[in-house]
């Protein structure tokens, strides 16, 4: 069987989209205006510190209060689409790999069937394309997102204040070391946690398929006992991959956290010495916390990613298993 890396699996997987390409255009769209809805937020915040409260004008903080709720309503409405559409394709997309992979099995031959597990191929129905559906109908949507109001975060950044914005930058590279190191690792626990998933299925299937001939033969508990032995190793699984996937964000969330202090500190310094006014430390420090839940929220995507890329090889070498039984160019009549 072939070997797949990520890279392909996730082209395969976003693939499916093609044919909801406007379903695509309006989920884009709703999330763009989202994102930007949120990086404006933070101009509006600088303008009620510096022109509003600093400068004592009552009328002006009322003025921008009242911006940064409409702006948030904006906000708001373009969530709701994003949400909604995003999360139909990641049903849509998972019932069409479902369709795709049924409608193939049932041109194989068989000798497939009786070399595999009923209950093996169930779960990569059921719990496989339930893990696609998740990364398209939110992990998608919630990678989009960050890389967007990061790169805006940035921009904005840099706009305010260069220095400030060059310590960022040093840190980003540091934050990237854990999703390097760990994320390998999740996929292969992912695919691995998988698999254990499908052998309880399977063994579910095969034992209450023959009930009468295990109550027969007095086999309950030996059965009971195979079964919790296939439940720990379905556990022991998980808890590797979560270990994994949990190390990659308390690193990621560490790194992020002690860079925005030391930033603040520096930005605190250029505003004693009149450098920057407290309305663009304000938007500053508001623009370093989006981009590092940015950052957060991709590192926390690409686990999500490496799992469904256990799910989509498991789906594809379902897909790519080829009859024994070929077809006859001319079948007699």
Same mark, same amino acid.
């Given at each position: 069987m072939k070997t797949h890396t990520t890279k392909t699996l996730m082209a395969w997987l976003f693939g499916q989209l093609r044919p909801y390409k406007l379903q695509v255009v309006y989920a884009m769209l709703a999330l763009i205006v989202g994102a930007v809805s949120w990086l404006v937020l933070g101009q509006g915040v600088k303008y009620l510190v510096d022109q509003g409260f600093i400068a004592n004008n009552a009328q002006r903080l009322n003025q921008l209060a009242l911006l940064i709720i409409a702006i948030g309503f904006v906000g708001s409405i373009a969530t709701y689409f994003r949400f909604y559409y995003m999360i139909w394709l990641g049903e849509r997309v998972s019932a069409d790999i479902r369709q795709n992979v049924y409608s193939h099995l049932l041109t194989l031959s068989p000798a497939f069937f009786a070399t595999s597990r009923t209950g093996e191929v169930i779960s990569r129905f059921t719990s496989d394309t339930t893990v696609l559906q998740s990364v398209v109908g939110m992990g998608l949507s919630m990678a989009l997102r960050a890389v967007i109001t990061f790169?805006? *975060? @940035? &921009?904005? &950044? @840099? #706009? !305010? *204040?260069?220095?400030?914005?060059?310590y960022v930058l040093i840190a980003v590279p540091i934050v990237l070391i854990p999703i390097r190191i #760990?994320?390998?690792?999740v996929r !292969? #626990?992912?695919r691995n946690s998988q698999d254990r998933v499908a052998d309880v299925g399977a063994y579910i299937d095969e034992s209450l398929h023959e009930i009468q001939t295990v109550q027969a033969y007095g086999h309950e508990p030996i059965d009971k006992q195979r079964f919790f032995e296939r439940i720990d190793g379905v556990m022991e699984a998980a808890r590797k991959r979560i270990q994994f996937r949990a190390l990659m964000i308390a690193c990621i969330m560490g790194i992020s956290l002690i860079a925005?202090?030391?930033?603040?500190?520096?930005g605190a310094i250029l505003v004693l010495s009149s450098e920057l006014t407290p309305g663009e430390l304000t938007a500053f420090m508001f623009y370093?916390? @989006?981009?590092?839940?940015?950052?957060?929220n991709i590192s926390e995507v690409i686990g999500e990613i490496q799992k469904a890329a256990g799910a989509s090889e498991r789906?594809?070498?379902?897909l790519q298993t080829q009859s024994t039984i070929s077809s006859v160019a001319e079948p007699l009549k």
């Open positions: 790169i805006g *975060s @940035l &921009m904005l &950044m @840099l #706009f !305010t *204040s260069h220095i400030l914005t060059l #760990f994320g390998p690792k !292969t #626990f992912a925005i202090t030391v930033v603040a500190w520096m370093a916390v @989006l981009a590092g839940g940015s950052v957060a789906l594809m070498e379902l």
